[in-house]
């Protein structure tokens, strides 16, 4: 830039700078009254000195330098406060004329004013196209930050209203406040109502699992001061997990640095949660356009994403009850348990609900506590664990929920699972009485109070089934205990009589042979005969009794015939059996109740009620199963029978364990009808229970 006339100028110009700057001053208010009207004099003087000198250093140096400096600087100010290109573009002209006056004031010669008026029209051109492509680029710049920020501010909105899971809500929200800058990872913790705590519940852009695990066991409290948002609050720092505990140092200083910042999310004063957001890329720091971008989106969505978390509460109430309730109906329904023992099963549901790789079950046996069994992977590495030496038993003696973050730094060696990483251990109580250890471990981002609170409720529900299964082996061996006695009786009133009988015929007919009576000893051995056939069939009804081999192969039909075939040929009664409606198989232990109460009755019907006849009538109908006995023996008054008159007792206590209904009719010479009805519910149980 030709600069030979500028720079004398220049010189003259700087000796005498406060009159000229106070001419463009006036200039100034004159022109743009918008922008300096209202302003103090000595303010407008010195903007007008500022502008005088910026313009003298480029005539004398000869470059536009100290200009490129000022939009580095200056511009973006007057572009905030509202300056445009217009404002800019008629500044710069005014100062001109201010240039254009002091030079006519100092060349005195008319050749060395038009160089100079030459060099000053050159010197502008080049000004004004700096300034008009410098402002045009900012403004551009800015016009496609607010396109981003608009966009972004849209997307987040659309995010939040068109996804109606709340977990999917977030996710999308993660993704949304990751891009606005580059390289960008962001995880959304929300507030525990429980607890006070932030956990995490949404994250996007960790690329390694590492990353992910320590994420996931990150947990920020609002009353800490390790860590500091953008608008100065300031949160704790814990994890529940090795991984999470990884993080202590790494994440307060990205914090300091600027390249990851925390910011605060509030609906109506209410906190609601906090968005880490953070960028991989090399030298990165939040700058205010940045900062102010988030905060606009949080700002913009900060209801939905209540919403959003009161929702996911809710979904996680919900799930809890529906697992526990579940839990609970697997657990009591079958005390003997399905598809394997009920310890299996209890290890098996405790793993799945709160999402662990693997599960044990410790039992106090004398003074340790025994590893029953595991489910999912790692298990026990010993069987047993002293309760007064080892890790386990004091956990066990205080009784206490805990959560190990870091099993291999907080269990002894000697007693740590090999590949379990954290781990809950929850005692499982009855009363004041101490059964043993349930534990879970290896969840994913580790366990916190959700999981206690929930594994608590389930080792209760827990306890309570091992007790229904210890009364229901205390029942059956008092069903043992009874049918070894109704055994007894039988063969005391059948078998044993007819043992006795024979010995004393016998007796009979040795001493009739020994006197030479020997027709008197012939009858006597053929009653004997008559008597060990009779003790015979007696036995083979009791071992038929003891378990009917045609009650599996050929159902409740089957088994109830052969009887009724045996009943005869004992009795002598007249049987007759009847079936109505499309025969069907029914769960064997429903079938085995039913006939044992058929054979109940017919034993009261050929002992008690001295019938000749008897009939069983089986109905099959589409609601019920319909069993009945009818005799036309002597019958009883029911109101004058003791409850467990005649095998009674028994009978009801076989039609309760299948929630069968039971009807007994009988007076006294009308004989005896007893009724079972069986709903459908029950015959749809497992057919091999």
Known sequence: MKNEKLKIIGYHILK???????????????????????????????????????????????????????????????????????????????????????????????????????????????????????????????????????????????????????????????????????????????????????????????????????????????????????????????????????????????????????????????????????????????????????????????????????????????????????????????????????????????????????????????????????????????????????????????????????????????EFIDKVRTLIIVPLLEGDRKLGLLMVSNKSGGFDHADKRIMEMFAAQAVLALRNSRLFEQSEKLVVQGERQRLARELHDSVTQALYAITFCSGAAVRSLESGKRDAAVDQLKALQGMAQQGMRDMRSLIFDLHPPELESEGLVGAIQARLNSVEIRSGLDAEFLIDGDERRLPLRVEEEIFRIVIESLNNSAKHSKAGSVTVHVDFTDSETVVKIIDDGQGFDIATLPTGGMGLRGIRERADKINAELEINSAPDKGTVLTVKVSVDEETGDRDE
């Open 16 to 414: 005498n700078l406060d009159s000229v700057a106070q001419l463009n001053a006036d200039l100034f208010i004159k022109h743009q009254p918008r922008w300096f009207a209202g302003m103090e004099p000595e303010e407008s003087f010195r903007i007008a000195a500022c502008g005088l000198k910026m313009n003298l250093e480029c005539f004398i140096r000869g470059d536009l330098f100290p200009l490129e400096n000022y939009f580095k600087g200056c511009a973006g100010i007057k572009l905030d406060r509202g300056v445009g290109i217009r404002d800019v573009v008629e500044g710069t002209l005014l100062r001109k004329k201010v240039f254009i006056s002091a030079g006519f004031e100092f060349f005195s010669d008319k050749d060395d004013f038009i160089a100079f008026l030459e060099e000053l029209e050159d010197y502008y051109v080049e000004v004004l196209t700096l300034t008009t492509e410098r402002y045009s680029s900012m403004l551009l710049s800015r016009l496609n930050a607010e396109h981003i920020r608009n966009k972004l501010l849209l997307e987040a909105s659309r995010t939040v209203t068109s996804a109606l899971d709340p977990d999917e809500v977030l996710s999308r929200l993660a993704e949304v406040l990751a891009g606005t800058v580059g390289e960008g990872c962001c995880t959304i913790f929300l507030v525990n109502p429980e607890t006070g705590g932030l956990a995490p519940c949404a994250g996007f852009g960790y690329g390694t699992k590492e990353c992910q695990s320590a994420l996931q066991g990150l947990r920020l409290c609002p009353s800490g001061n390790t860590l500091s948002g953008v608008d100065g609050k300031s949160y704790g720092f814990c994890s529940s997990n090795k991984a999470g505990s990884s993080f202590a140092d790494i994440l307060p200083e990205a914090v300091r640095s600027g390249s990851a910042s925390l910011f605060h999310i509030t609906s109506s004063d209410r906190m609601v949660g906090v968005a880490l957001v953070s960028s991989e890329q090399p030298g990165f720091t939040f700058d205010n356009a940045t900062t102010e971008l988030i905060g606009g989106i949080l700002n913009t969505v900060a209801v939905a994403i209540e919403s959003a978390a009161a929702a996911r509460q809710t979904k996680r109430q919900l799930m809890e009850s529906e697992s526990l309730r579940r839990v609970a109906n697997v657990l009591l329904e079958s005390p003997e348990g399905r598809n394997g023992s009920i310890l299996g099963l209890i290890a098996d549901e405790a793993r799945t609900i709160v999402n662990g790789m693997g599960s044990a079950l410790l039992l106090l046996e004398g003074q340790s506590l025994r590893c029953v069994c595991g489910s999912g992977t790692p298990r026990c590495p010993v069987e047993y664990y002293d309760v007064e030496s080892t890790y386990y038993g004091n956990v066990f003696k205080k009784g206490k929920t805990i959560i190990v973050r870091d099993a291999q730094s907080e269990i002894p060696e000697v």
